[in-house]
Nanobody, 128 residues
Framework: QLRLVESGGGLAQYGESLRLSCAAS????????VAWFRQSPGKEREGVSC????????FTIDSLKDRFTISRDSANNTVYLQMNNLKPGDTAVYYC?????????????????????WGQGTRVVVGS
């Protein structure tokens, strides 16, 4: 059974950093395009960052690209989201998602596509 588990969320203060992890079990995450999404209270879910299975290329939305970085740890079957200089507006539940069918699609387009597997989310709260 394919399973994604997010971890690393919690309470952070303005300007601090957190690293979220998306660990996979039951499948080789290296064969999947993986993305991070977030949903803030009262807002729609937002695509944040994506890493391609095809060539490891990445994309992070413009508003976050200076602070957030996605990376893959192949040995540990995990994808990370490094979040620096956190702000209260980053408060959200963060979800990772994976899909094996994105092929050579650039991560910019993958982030706007559907994903077949989702984790349960990890909550991030940033205080001021």
């Amino acid at each position: 059974q394919l399973r994604l588990v997010e971890s690393g969320g919690g309470l952070a203060q303005y300007g601090e950093s957190l690293r979220l992890s998306c660990a996979a079990s039951g499948f080789n995450l290296n064969d999947y395009t993986v993305a991070w999404f977030r949903q803030s209270p009262g807002k729609e879910r937002e695509g944040v960052s994506c890493i391609s299975a095809n060539d490891g290329s990445t994309f992070t939305i413009d508003s976050l690209k200076d602070r957030f970085t996605i990376s893959r740890d192949s040995a540990n079957n995990t994808v990370y989201l490094q979040m620096n200089n956190l702000k209260p507006g980053d408060t959200a539940v963060y979800y990772c998602a994976a899909d094996s069918n994105h092929g050579e699609r650039p991560p910019y387009y993958s982030l706007r596509s559907s994903f077949e597997s989702w984790g349960q989310g990890t909550r991030v709260v940033v205080g001021s």
